[in-house]
């Protein structure tokens, strides 16, 4: 069973020990890319850059894995979302693990929104739609993707950056 009222009590010490509204500067400039395993690279291509409208912006041979990808989608705002495959490795499934990727949250505007939710009906992706601004599914590969009609730094209406 789980405690809910021990959990929002450590949550309300946590931000209040943590949270600043005087907090400095980010010693970060941004995202440069978050890179993610394909099993199939002309696929992923066409679910990310055809079904989801994020342009490939470039492809090379994978530095650290000779006939590897690495691949990159513009996610906007300056940001990448990456890919590697790695031909001849059994990388297994998708899992949730600890420390690894829960979702992908990307944020678009109201009508791209509403267009890319058409797209996903249209191609018969599944999706949980969790409010009206947000959308769960999932990639060829099983990586989780949230797209969100809130604009960029906020949540469900509240600020978050």
Same mark, same amino acid.
């Given at each position: 069973m789980i405690d809910l @009222? @021990? +959990?929002? *009590?450590?949550? *309300? %010490? +946590?931000?209040? *020990?943590? /949270? !600043?509204?005087?907090?400095?500067? !980010? #010693? @970060? %400039?941004? /995202? =440069? =890319?978050? @890179? /993610? &395993? #394909? !099993?199939? &690279?002309?696929r992923t291509v066409r679910f990310y850059q055809e079904l989801l409208e994020f342009p490939l912006t470039e492809i090379f041979e994978n530095r650290d894995y000779k006939g590897s990808n690495h691949f990159f989608f513009d996610i906007g705002n300056g940001n990448l979302l990456a890919f590697f495959d790695f031909p001849g490795l059994d990388v297994g499934p998708y899992a949730e693990v600890l420390g690894g990727l829960h979702h992908i949250a990307i944020s678009v505007e109201r009508p791209t929104w509403e267009r890319l939710r058409g797209k996903l009906d249209a191609a018969g992706v599944p999706y949980q739609l969790e409010s009206d601004a947000s959308i769960y599914f999932r990639d060829p590969d099983g990586a989780r993707l949230e797209l969100l009609a809130d604009p960029l730094g906020e949540m469900y209406g509240q600020p978050v950056l």
């Open positions: @009222a @021990a +959990i929002e *009590t450590e949550r *309300t %010490r +946590i931000r209040d *020990t943590y /949270l !600043s509204a005087d907090r400095p500067q !980010s #010693s @970060a %400039r941004g /995202l =440069h =890319h978050m @890179a /993610l &395993v #394909s !099993s199939d &690279v002309e």
